[in-house]
């Protein structure tokens, strides 16, 4: 038998390959402090993806690392080399040429200085007046000619990379060769536009043209990138020449290319900005440096500082429905290294999971959310340090060791039966067992279970009215407030799963909250704080539940400004309607007809607020907390367990 083998490689950097995979859980903790704080679980996520965790960069490092790598990209030189490199070609050949004329005595001499000496000054002119222009300095006309060829070179660089090393000393037999890959590229980019391309037509194209491509691209759709992202980095280096810059360059251009050579490069322009629009064909780029570049390496510098621009802006994540995963990889490696790819890597595995193992989900219209499963570990949470708090300040743990009874125990037992909740009676049930089979090994079956029973317990219903007006924001008071109701829903449903709970957040109207629903809420931008609204819905939730003792809870900022009117619509005033304030007492009325409490949890001292709370107090016979803004949740989770203990038994 052959036994598996390996091939072990250098290792090309980046994190410990062995190290352990990231526990998910962690990150899940860190946005749940973030909820906790205040924050969407959109925010929340953002944040963490932005500051990094667990010895990773976040995008926000790696946002600055790119920005480094632009001042640098900015700072390669001047976009006016080519003009520079042309004039200093043709002042040598101007020199070597007077030079020439210096010794000899005729009067064609004498003319001949006098047209050099009277050319045009502009770079461009000059080298179009002197085409027709008989030399008498071979070597003077050998650096006139390779004006033209840099030109050329120069114009192919521009839209294809290398080119000016490629052609240096080309023969005619080279520049046809290019010439011919135009006319095919051209052809197929036009056969692409009708619809008409194939694959084994690009694969054609490339085995016969193949090496004016190094990046050597598989499909036609990576050739036409490639293509277009360059010759749009070519027309945002002209745009960022000045006017006149502009128009020698460009009259040099011109000259430089013979009209078949113009004519396919022009119509190649087209078809790629026909192709990809969406780039960015033109805008003024500010470069800086003193050394100047020719027309190819300024467009590389350009098009790589498009791709840091289009880098910064993936990693910003500041875009609708933008993703991790819209970040290039390559560019990455290629701008910041394999370490920042590795990064990059580990926070789209950090997103991926949070989706994949079902705690992050989006909505029907694409915002993120916090799945059901998130939100009871977000809950659970919130509630410890609500206990911790309670425990650290002396007020005793609030463990509940007989969750999911019944009720009390009364020593009796009794068969059990499917849908039953009571305890099992271990006992009893492996005596039955014991007593079917006799000695040797027990074997339980159904019929040999028994339960403890119980005497019916008393249920709650509890409304938790939460105040989301925009106050509670610019208060602070929100991020305790979302806290505060998270932990209570979290005991409710937990620890005492016979009660109902029904989380009420009311601005200018209530609404019935949904947990998953308020982890991801923000206080509303609204005014109004209309607490009628939410008394009437604290009353149908406490009508649904005839037999359950009622606990009404109220955290808010700020004195009733909002009332339903007859149609149905709120109506906002401040200070105070009489009308709000009669109408919100007449809820208060129903509510407590209903047997229900209401304990109030002020979290402001305006005196206003304080005159009315204790107003409902006297008519409804509840208390009023002013807790401090961190301990909400201590006060609000003690006012729930002292109500369950002191409640009266029906």
């Not at 006139?144 to 660089?157: H, N, Q």
């Not at 052609?167 to 010439?179: I, T």
Request: hydrophobic share 40%.
């Amino acid at each position: 038998m052959r036994l598996p083998s390996y091939r072990y490689g250098t290792w090309s950097g980046g994190r410990d390959p062995l190290e352990p995979p990231y526990d998910v859980a962690s990150a899940l903790d860190e946005i749940g402090e973030s909820v906790l704080a205040g924050a969407s679980p959109r925010q929340a996520l953002r944040d963490l993806l932005r500051r990094g965790t667990d010895g990773m960069r976040g995008l926000d490092d790696l946002r600055r690392q790119v920005a480094k790598r632009q001042r640098q990209a900015r700072q390669r030189g001047r976009l006016d080399g080519t003009l520079d490199e042309v004039r200093a070609l043709l002042d040598e050949a101007l020199e070597l040429e007077k030079a020439a004329l210096f010794p000899d005595p005729s009067d064609a001499a004498r003319m001949a200085e006098m047209e050099l000496d009277t050319l045009p000054r502009e770079t461009s002119r000059a080298v179009q007046s002197l085409k027709p222009y008989p030399w008498r300095s071979p070597e003077a006309k050998a650096k006139y000619d390779e004006i033209e060829d840099l030109l050329r070179r120069e114009v192919l660089d521009s839209q294809f990379r290398g080119m000016k090393e490629a052609l240096e000393n080309a023969s005619p037999q080279d520049m046809q060769a290019v010439k011919d890959m135009l006319a095919d590229l051209n052809a197929m980019l036009e056969a692409d536009a009708r619809g008409e391309h194939a694959q084994a037509d690009f694969d054609a194209f490339m085995g016969k043209h193949g090496d004016f491509f190094p990046s050597q691209p598989a499909t036609l759709a990576e050739l036409i990138d490639d293509l277009a992202r360059r010759a749009a980095a070519q027309q945002r280096l002209m745009d960022s020449l000045t006017p006149q810059q502009r128009q020698e360059l460009g009259e040099l251009m011109q000259g430089a290319m013979d009209m078949d050579l113009a004519a396919q490069m022009a119509q190649l322009g087209d078809a790629l900005r026909n192709a990809r629009p969406d780039l960015p064909w033109g805008g003024k780029q500010n470069m800086r440096g003193e050394q100047g570049m020719g027309m190819g390496d300024g467009t590389s510098a350009l098009e790589d500082l498009a791709d840091l621009d289009d880098l910064e802006a993936a990693l910003g994540q500041d875009y609708p429905g933008a993703s991790l995963d819209d970040i290039d990889e390559d560019a990455v490696q290629r701008a910041l290294g394999r370490g920042a790819l590795d990064d990059v890597a580990a926070l789209q595995r950090i997103e991926r999971e949070l989706h994949e193992q079902g705690y992050l989900t989006r909505d029907k219209n694409g915002r993120l959310e916090l799945s059901p499963r998130a939100v009871r570990r977000l809950g659970a949470t919130a509630l410890r340090k609500v206990f911790s708090d309670l425990e650290s300040r002396g007020r005793g743990a609030h463990d509940v060791r007989d969750a999911g009874a019944a009720g009390d125990i009364t020593g009796a037992a009794r068969a059990w039966e499917f849908g039953d909740e009571q305890p099992l009676d271990v006992v009893r049930t492996v005596r039955n067992a014991v007593l079917r089979g006799g000695p040797g090994t027990v074997q339980l079956r159904v019929e040999d279970f028994e339960v403890v029973e119980t005497e019916r317990r008393t249920t709650a219903a509890v409304a938790l009215l939460v105040d989301l007006s925009f106050s509670m924001e610019l208060r602070g008071t929100w991020p305790a407030a979302k806290q505060t109701a998270l932990a209570l829903h979290s005991l409710v449903t937990t620890k005492y799963p016979q009660d109902s709970i029904e989380i009420i957040g009311f601005s200018d109207y209530a609404q019935v909250l949904q947990i998953e629903q308020l982890a991801g809420l923000d206080a509303q931008r609204v005014q109004g704080t209309n607490l009628q609204h939410a008394l009437m819905l604290a009353g149908r939730h406490l009508g649904k539940h005839p037999d359950a003792e009622p606990v009404v809870l109220v955290v808010t900022d700020g004195e009733p400004t909002a009332h339903l009117t007859r149609d149905g619509y709120a109506e906002f005033c401040w200070p105070p309607l009489p009308e709000t304030l009669a109408l919100t007492m007449a809820e208060v009325e129903r509510v407590t007809r209903r047997g229900a409490t209401i304990n109030v949890f002020m979290l402001d001292d305006e005196p206003r607020l304080v005159d009315f709370v204790e107003h409902l107090a006297a008519r409804n016979g509840g208390r009023v907390f002013s807790p401090d803004p961190s301990r909400l949740g201590e006060y609000v989770v003690s006012d729930y367990l002292r109500a369950r203990r002191g409640r009266r038994a029906h």
